[in-house]
């Protein structure tokens, strides 16, 4: 999770998140897409802000990456804080098989109402 500066607009959020996108390919890591949440309120002021861009990002990387990751992160100007969490294997692929399904997901059949349902069943039995 980053916390950007409230100071930039989307645009500069989408390339200051890009950069560590590219920093996370180019060192043999995988990203997934950013999940932007926009401008919040923050908990509590840091560093005299109230606000920030909050974005969510889920990547595979290998030490080095990580390492490179942390070093630029603690220096960026443009992120008040960061946060990297490990998840089990199992979590990174279930939610990447949750994503897919949403978008292959087939569209609900509608035209039965509950009457009908209800004299089917009674015939079946």
Request: hydrophobic content about 40%.
């Amino acid at each position: 999770m980053l916390i950007v500066i409230p100071e930039l607009d989307e645009e500069q959020v989408q390339n200051t998140v890009g950069r560590f996108q590219t920093i996370i390919e180019r060192t043999g890591g995988e990203a997934r897409e950013p999940n932007y949440w926009g401008k919040r309120r923050l908990a509590y002021e840091i560093d005299h802000r109230n606000d920030a861009f909050y974005v969510v990002m889920e990547f595979t990387a290998g030490e080095r990456t990580l390492v490179e990751l942390k070093r630029i992160l603690r220096v960026s100007d443009d992120v008040m804080r960061h946060m990297i969490v490990k998840l089990p294997p199992e979590a990174f692929a279930a939610n990447e098989g949750a994503s897919n399904s949403a978008e292959e997901a087939e569209p609900a059949v509608v035209g039965a109402g509950e009457g009908e349902e209800a004299s089917n069943s009674t015939e079946s039995r």
